[in-house]
């Protein structure tokens, strides 16, 4: 029963920071694969110049991202420490004004 429960639960967004440029989403996954199912990585990149922008989000069931925060939080990825917290939603923003 509680596995039905947990799924029918809303998955967690983890922020994950600090990340080193050269990190391929495979890589991440695979670090956070330790702590439970990962749904889905997601890197963030610069969008003029297409280069990574050192953080990301991946996102897992809500009991096993607590545990992959707790667990990954400082941990060390090619000599960065990571920070890794629960994602916020974004805050909305001002409207463009016309050009």
Do not use: C, W
């Amino acid at each position: 029963m509680r596995r039905f429960l947990e799924a029918l639960s809303i998955m967690t967004s983890i922020y994950v920071g600090n990340l080193p440029f050269s990190v391929s989403e495979d890589e991440l996954r695979t670090l956070f694969e330790q702590h439970g199912t990962v749904h889905s990585v997601k890197l963030i990149n610069d969008r003029e110049t297409g280069r990574p922008r050192g953080f990301g989000f991946v996102e897992m069931d809500p009991s096993e991202a607590a545990a992959a925060i707790q667990h990954l939080n400082g941990a060390d990825m090619g000599g960065r420490a990571l920070r890794i917290n629960e994602a916020q939603e974004r805050a909305p923003r001002p409207p463009r004004r016309p050009r």
